[in-house]
């Protein structure tokens, strides 16, 4: 094994909650074919296969695991993961951008979906001067990102669309290929080609 | 808390697996070898995000298994110094509050950590804080009224921030008999630590500060 970068990149709680479910659900679909084709062989009288032949598809202990506590921690009713939509990140990453958060402030933002000016302030070093009264603004762009609020107008649908469709996780992961470009249009309304982490990447460091 | 890491490794494909789709099969092969495991100085393998790159497969002599370099990219929970993070506590003694999150859980929050005044009731296995307090020594905190206390208990929710995270690489080794007498090595050590803080206004048990006032709050701001 070699490690080629330790961190290309840093991933919203978000982006690994929808890539754990999709894994998910690709075992789950996988094991129910594997019972039907089981069970149309026993039908048509093949003799069973030999052991460890039928278990492709079958997730190690580990991955099975690691996959399910993640889940449960990232869906738990403290975290705001569960009430987060991919087009509400991209937008409130948007609205962020007037404040000149650091990446790893706007990627606490969006991780823990502060409620309260408190909450804001052990994540944004020095709150009172460089925000003052703008915070409350950022609490509010933050709640409306979340589904119990009202939902923020759907400028940038697209993107949603693309970031939702099934069996489409490169499409979160090419989207930070394009970050110069991201960041050139960040307030562009239209929002094209721009990826829900577009902006929390991180250089290397 | 979770990055992508770059990764190279060569993966073996067993014959059997030749008919999946080469990218499912060498996908798995690496889930089984690097899910839920830490790698020194990288953090806690979650599971691969994708492929980046995969050379051709080719047989060696010996063995019936195709070989494939590949380039993947991992998702790894390794959370940066100075990010807030929730979790739950998992136990409290002498040394420190020990936290979970769920799939993790060797977080610590060392004494140093904790809000000053501070002191460990044994009876409840719990630590507490005395808030507007000036008292310093433990078995006089330990006399003070209950209802003052404010207690951490377990599987309460806190948030914490990331003060440093440690790898320990700890190999067998041959026993050490020159030493004379036989060095009783330290009990296991998680090979990966993350040490937490909650010595800062908003960091704590969430609960502390949802209850907290408005006003109070402010006043903290300026306080901090």
Not at chain 1, 51 to 59: I, K, R, S, Y
Not at chain 1, 98 to 101: G, I, Q, V
Not at chain 2, 15 to 20: A, D, E, H, I, K
């Given at each position: 094994m070699e490690v080629v970068n330790a961190r290309a990149a840093l991933l919203s709680n978000y982006e690994v909650l929808s890539l754990l479910r999709e894994q998910e659900s690709d075992h789950l679909a996988r094991a129910k074919t594997a019972v039907r084709v089981k069970k149309e062989e026993e039908a048509a009288g093949h003799p069973p296969r030999p052991?460890?032949?039928?278990?492709?598809?079958?997730?190690s202990e580990n991955l099975r695991t690691v996959e399910i506590e993640a889940i449960q921690y990232l869906s738990a009713d403290y975290l705001p993961t569960t009430r987060q939509t991919a087009d509400g990140i991209s937008q409130l990453v948007k609205d962020l951008a007037?404040?000149?958060?650091t990446k790893a402030e706007k990627l606490q933002v969006v991780n823990l979906?502060?409620?309260l000016p408190v909450e804001l302030y052990v994540i944004v070093e020095e709150l009172e001067d460089r925000l003052g009264d703008r915070m409350e603004h950022i609490l509010n762009h933050v709640q409306s990102g979340l589904s119990d609020a009202p939902a923020p107008a759907p400028s940038s649908s697209d993107v949603y669309s693309a970031v939702q469709a099934p069996n489409k996780t490169s499409t979160l992961a090419e989207s930070y290929q394009h970050e110069e470009y991201h960041e050139e249009i960040v307030f562009d309304d239209v929002g094209e080609g721009a990826g829900i982490e577009g902006d929390l990447d991180m250089e290397e460091d | 808390m979770f990055v992508l890491s770059v990764l190279k490794d060569t993966v073996a494909i067993h014959?059997?697996?030749?008919?999946?789709p080469a990218d499912q099969a060498l996908i798995s092969e690496l889930n089984k070898k690097y899910a839920n495991r830490v790698l020194h100085d990288i953090g806690l393998c979650i599971c691969v995000f994708d492929l980046s790159e995969a050379g051709e497969g080719k047989v060696r002599y010996g063995d019936g298994f195709l070989w494939y370099k590949v380039v993947f990219r991992m998702v790894v929970f390794r959370p940066f110094a100075s990010e807030v993070i929730i979790a739950k506590v998992k136990s409290s003694d002498q040394e420190g509050i020990r936290l979970s999150v769920g799939f993790f859980d060797d977080i610590y929050i060392p004494v140093a950590y904790l809000p000053q005044p501070t002191a460990f009731d044994p009876n409840e296995r719990a630590h507490f804080w005395l808030p507007d307090s000036d008292l310093e020594k433990t078995h006089e905190m330990l006399d003070t009224p209950v209802a003052e206390r404010m207690y951490i208990d377990q599987g309460e929710v806190v948030r914490v921030r990331v003060e440093a995270d440690d790898f320990f690489d700890d190999e067998p080794g041959p026993p050490r008999m020159a030493d004379g007498v036989q060095v009783h090595r330290e009990a296991k050590r998680a090979p990966y630590n993350v040490v937490c803080s909650i010595a800062e206004q908003g960091l704590g048990p969430v609960s502390w500060w949802n209850s907290a006032g408005q006003g109070e709050e402010d006043g903290d701001m300026e306080e901090g």
């Open positions: 052991l460890g032949e039928a278990t492709f598809g079958e997730p007037p404040y000149e958060l979906a502060p409620a | 014959p059997s697996n030749f008919g999946v």
